[in-house]
């Protein structure tokens, strides 16, 4: 059985930097892409970025420039890391892993369904 | 791309129908490969999103067939062709045809 565990620190500082793990288990982190999105409290969802298991990224342009992902395949681990935070990246932060999409007509791929999501982890940025 | 949903808010009767909707400021119709690349997803009270739909109309691997979606490249519609206890939540729709993603406000279902 697949499962996404996020760790966190709770708690952040304004202006300093929030790392975020998630631990993937029962899964090689292979021929997926690893997604981060966030959910304010009481708010909806917003996508921050994915990471393909070469390395490749894509981050949302509106994090200007703020927010990195790395991933261990070895230790079956992608990171977010954010920085200069402020209380409005207050979030359930989760991860969700992203199947490929085969576009047949194009003989080509596609990142696909979120199809596996974590619990989340809430952190709080504040004084 | 700008999802918008409606309505914000659904209360709804067991066993009878639902529907929500999504409109996109953009087409999500890929020309190339005829895909329309708008997905669904419930969010249940106190559990992370789960995938419904995905690529316009494919139901995700154990959705019942009582949940279908259909639209064209800019207004979607998830229907509920009987409301059961188990679907209320938030739904959202979301857009991967042009990066980045994009979600919808979410619409809460209550029964």
């Known amino acids: 059985q697949v499962q996404l565990q996020e760790s966190g620190p709770g708690l952040v500082k304004p202006s300093e930097t929030l790392s975020v793990t998630c631990t993937i288990s029962?899964?090689?982190?292979?021929?997926?892409?690893w997604n981060w999105i966030r959910q304010a409290p009481g708010k909806g969802l917003e996508w921050i970025g994915y990471?393909?298991?070469?390395?490749?990224?894509y981050y949302n342009p509106s994090f200007k420039g703020r927010v990195s992902m790395s991933i261990d395949t070895s230790r079956s681990q992608v990171s977010l890391k954010m920085i200069s935070v402020t209380a409005a990246d207050t979030a359930v932060y989760y991860c969700?892993?992203?199947?490929?999409?085969?576009?047949?007509?194009?003989?080509?791929?596609?990142?696909?369904?979120?199809?596996?999501w974590g619990h989340g982890t809430l952190v709080t940025v504040s004084s | 791309v700008v999802l918008t949903q409606t309505p914000l808010s659904l209360p709804v009767t067991p066993g009878e129908p639902a529907s929500i909707f999504c409109r996109s400021s953009?087409?999500?119709?890929?020309?190339?490969?005829?895909?329309?690349?708008l997905d669904w997803y419930l969010q249940k009270p106190g559990q992370s999103p789960q995938v419904l739909i995905y690529?316009?109309?494919h139901r995700a691997s154990g959705v019942p067939d009582r949940i279908s979606a259909s639209g064209s490249g800019t207004d979607f519609t998830l229907k509920i062709s009987r409301v059961e206890a188990e679907d209320v939540g938030v739904y959202y729709c979301?857009?991967?045809?042009?990066?980045?993603?994009?979600f919808g406000q979410g619409t809460r279902v209550e029964v």
């Open positions: 029962g899964a090689l982190l292979t021929d997926y892409y």
């Open positions: 953009h087409s999500l119709l890929d020309p190339d490969d005829g895909n329309t690349y």
């Open positions: 969700a892993r992203q199947e490929v999409e085969v576009r047949v007509a194009v003989s080509g791929t596609t990142p696909g369904q979120l199809d596996l």
């Open positions: 990471i393909w298991h070469s390395g490749n990224t």
């Open positions: 979301m857009q991967r045809k042009k990066f980045p993603c994009t």
């Open positions: 690529t316009l109309s």
